[in-house]
C-alpha cells in the first residue's frame, strides 16, 4: 500500500523536472486533472496497483471539500498576492500552500486505505474518468507528454536510480 510519505517524495522528485511540472500545472489549469491524483495514479501504477475509476473519484471526493473550502481560495489569494508582495512574503506564501497540499494527499492516502487494490488495470485512464474524461478527449501532444511523465516516473522509482 503507498504511503502519505511514499507519495509526497515521489511528487517532490517529478517536481524537480520542470517539463513534468508544467504538464502537471496545465492539466491541472485547462482539464482541472488534480496533480495529487495523477502522481498517485503513476506511483501505483509503478507499484502494480491499480484502480478502477470509481476509486479513483472515491480518493478524488475524500479531499474535495478540503481543496474547495481551504486551498482553492489560497491558491487564487496567493496568485493575485504575487505581482503585489515582496519575494520573500510571496516564498512564505507557497509554503504555506505546500502544507495544505500535504494534507489533501493525507485525505487521499487514508481514503485509499479502505479500498481494495485491483492487480491489473489503466490507473491513468481511470484517474481521467474520475475527472470526467476520456483520453481522446486529451490533444495528442498531451498524451505524448504524460507517456514521457510515466516514463519519468519509471526512471526515478528503479532500483537502479535508488541505489547511486
Known amino acids: 500500500m503507498i504511503s502519505h510519505d511514499q ?3 515521489f511528487g517532490d522528485q517529478i517536481w524537480q523536472h520542470q517539463d513534468a511540472k508544467d504538464l502537471c500545472l496545465q ?21 502494480h496497483q491499480f484502480l478502477t475509476a470509481s476509486k479513483f473519484t472515491v480518493l478524488k471526493q475524500a479531499k474535495d471539500e478540503w481543496e474547495e473550502r ?8 496567493r496568485k493575485l498576492a504575487k505581482t503585489s508582495l515582496p519575494k520573500e512574503s510571496y516564498q ?4 504555506v500552500e505546500l502544507v495544505m497540499e500535504k494534507r489533501s494527499q493525507r485525505l487521499m492516502v ?7 487494490i485491483e492487480s491489473e488495470g489503466d490507473n491513468l485512464t481511470a484517474c481521467l474518468a474520475a475527472h470526467g474524461l476520456e ?3 486529451l490533444p495528442s501532444d498531451l498524451l505524448g507528454q504524460l507517456s514521457a ?12 536510480q535508488e541505489a547511486s
Open 7 to 9: 507519495l509526497w517524495q
Open 27 to 47: 492539466l491541472q489549469d485547462d482539464y482541472e486533472i488534480d496533480p495529487n491524483l495523477l502522481l498517485l495514479a503513476i506511483l501505483m501504477e509503478h507499484e
Open 70 to 77: 481551504m486551498v482553492g481560495p489560497y491558491r487564487q489569494l
Open 92 to 95: 512564505q506564501m507557497l509554503e
Open 110 to 116: 487514508k481514503a485509499l486505505q479502505h479500498l481494495p
Open 135 to 137: 483520453s481522446c478527449a
Open 149 to 160: 511523465l510515466f516514463d519519468l516516473a519509471s526512471q526515478l522509482l528503479s532500483p537502479a
